[in-house]
């Protein structure tokens, strides 16, 4: 029989303290980026910032942030991971700081990127660390649980923490409010978080990294510049295609490649594969969600950025219920009901969204809220779950970095797509109307800011028209983004009703589907690039990993 798991007895007496710590730290990249989201209408006044300036502030952070969440995993993994996350914490101040006296659109996209680079190494360590300090199957899914639930916790408490600050301090706050907490989380986790690594498995992919960086940025220049440079123009349909064709050679790179960051093989993993793009798609809807919802309270109903962000907030609240409550619906219902359930109750409340104009009902807004948290926490927790139990133990840094940039990918593919939706519907609903009201400038149809700044120089009756018409067309147009958001959380849930995960396999992985070239060796050990069976984190000899105290 082979060695149980053995575990520092220190280490594991204080791992729930450890959890609170990387929670934290969770909460910090998480609320980094929403609260953004309900600063970009103050910030556009004080610089002037255009629609795909402010989607750029938010989509550079998640870009890089998702671009290189695999390199930095594999980095964790060979170096340590307790020194990654502090180092990403580090980083993470500093921009945040630097960005806080932002005087220029550029600027501010610029330390929003940097932001992006600590944030990488920030994230996966969180979940490579619980993974290493929670080694019984049961109690690492509750830890995951709450893991997943203050992730979505800290995407409604960024917005309400900033609608606080720009009650009273400039748009700056929002990002010194960052520093503080990472000030906090480096101290806690010097004391708390046990460093581990994995230095002979671990390897390096620069070329990887750099195509998968290369391939995502072509691709979202292309969908967000698209309302501006026009769909069908040679810059958008080249950047599209060109980041297409690179994130094709980055796939073939990776299949090819000696010491792969990223095993393609895990994708033959049912349950590998239906946690990923599970995850991705949920986030293509909650992030596109934050990014033109927030917009919409505000320039829509006139909202200020505080109410703005109450009203998301029953999405973080819905979703720490949802998560540790998944737990338990998994073991008695198993992952596909929970997890399809889940997305039927975050599209239904996309979809109420479909409808709204500039005099709904705040009650709506609320009720939609509480569907689309509730099924973002019964959802995430399950599919972390599938993609970290089907991946070795000693591989936690690259498991957990799959799995945040699932996440960041479709945080960052959400805010393109559905706010270049969101400004093409705008832009086709307001151009007409404005073109016959005398005394209304090129360009004015642009974006809603544009139209709203028209106003403000036109004539008494004349502003007043143009302002109903930027206010009732944005509305018209978020509905469209939403319906198109509720449209591929229900494509997901049917894929995972058809795409069966095996009765019982919630927590392991079936080598028949990985392949002959990652059979494990006759003595037990794990092959170069094995995955282990359901459950070998609870009783396998931790052999390749390094755990210190």
């Known amino acids: 029989m082979p060695a149980a798991v053995t575990i520092d007895p ?36 004080a610089l002037g ?69 600590g944030a990488a190494f920030i994230m996966p360590g969180t979940l490579s660390v619980l993974n290493n300090v929670f080694v019984e199957v049961r109690e690492k899914q509750r830890a ?84 501006e440079n026009g769909w069908s123009s040679p810059v958008t349909m080249v950047s599209i295609a060109a980041g297409l064709l690179v994130l094709g050679a980055f796939g073939a790179w990776e299949r090819r490649a000696a010491h792969p960051m990223l095993d393609m093989g895990l994708f033959r ?19 596109g969600f934050f990014f033109v919802g927030i917009q919409y309270f505000q320039i829509a109903h006139g909202y200020s950025p505080l109410t703005a962000a109450l009203l998301s907030l029953p999405i973080g609240a819905f979703s720490m219920v949802g998560a540790p409550l998944s737990a338990r619906l998994v073991e008695r219902y198993g992952p596909r009901a929970v997890v399809g359930v ?26 939609a ?11 995430t927790a399950p599919s972390t779950t599938l993609i970290m139990t089907s991946v070795p133990r000693a591989k936690s840094g690259v498991g957990s970095a799959v799995n945040d940039l699932s ?9 393109a797509v559905l706010g270049s939706i969101l400004s093409t519907a705008y832009q086709h609903q307001v151009g007409p109307k404005l073109a016959r009201i005398p005394g209304v400038p090129d360009g004015a149809s642009s974006s809603v800011f544009a139209s709203l700044e028209a106003a403000r120089h036109l004539p008494a009756a004349t502003a007043e028209q143009v302002t109903h018409l930027a206010t009732s067309s944005f509305a018209d147009a978020f509905g469209i983004a939403m319906l198109a ?45 094995s995955a282990e069976p359901a459950g070998a984190e609870s009783r396998a000899p931790d052999r390749g990993d390094r755990h210190r105290g």
Not at 269 to 287: P, W
Not at 369 to 379: P, S, V, Y
Not at 408 to 415: P, R, S, T, W
């Open 485 to 529: 958001g509720a449209a591929v959380l229900l494509l997901n849930s049917i894929l995972v009703w058809v795409r069966q995960v095996r009765p019982g396999s919630a927590s392991g992985v079936h080598l028949e589907d990985v392949g002959p070239v990652d059979a494990p060796h006759p003595d037990g050990r794990d092959g170069a690039r």
């Open 10 to 45: 220190r280490v594991h007496a204080r791992r729930w303290w450890t959890l609170a710590v990387l929670c934290l730290s969770l909460l910090l990249i998480v609320a980094g980026n929403s609260s953004l989201n309900v600063a970009l209408p103050p910030i556009q006044d």
């Open 144 to 227: 995951i649980a709450v893991w997943a639930g203050c992730a979505g916790l800290g995407g409604a408490l960024g917005p309400v923490l900033s609608g606080l600050l720009l009650r009273h301090f400039a748009w700056g706050s929002v990002f010194l409010i960052n520093v503080i907490i990472c000030v906090v989380a480096i101290a806690a986790g010097l004391a708390l978080v046990p460093d581990s690594s994995d230095p002979h498995e671990a390897k390096l992919d620069p070329v990887g990294a750099g195509l998968a960086v290369a391939g995502l940025t072509g691709l979202l220049y292309g969908i967000i510049e698209g309302p």
């Open 407 to 415: 996440r960041e990918l479709g945080g960052a593919l959400g805010i």
């Open 369 to 379: 809220a509480a569907l689309i948290g509730m099924g973002l926490g019964q959802t």
């Open 269 to 287: 993993v049912r349950e590998f594969n239906v946690g990923s793009l599970t995850i991705t798609l949920q986030y293509v809807a909650a992030y």
């Open 49 to 117: 910032s255009t629609q795909s300036q402010l989607q750029w502030m938010v989509d550079a952070y998640s870009l890089v942030f998702a671009g290189l969440l695999l390199p930095a995993g594999a980095i964790a993994d060979r170096f340590g991971r307790k020194w990654a996350l502090q180092g990403g914490l580090v980083v993470f101040l500093l921009a945040s700081l630097a960005a806080s006296v932002a005087t220029a659109s550029w600027q501010l996209i610029l330390w929003r990127a940097v932001t992006g680079l």
């Open 342 to 367: 889940g997305l039927l109750l975050s599209s239904t409340g996309l979809a109420m969204f479909g409808g709204v104009t500039p005099t709904t009902s705040a009650v709506l807004f609320v009720g």
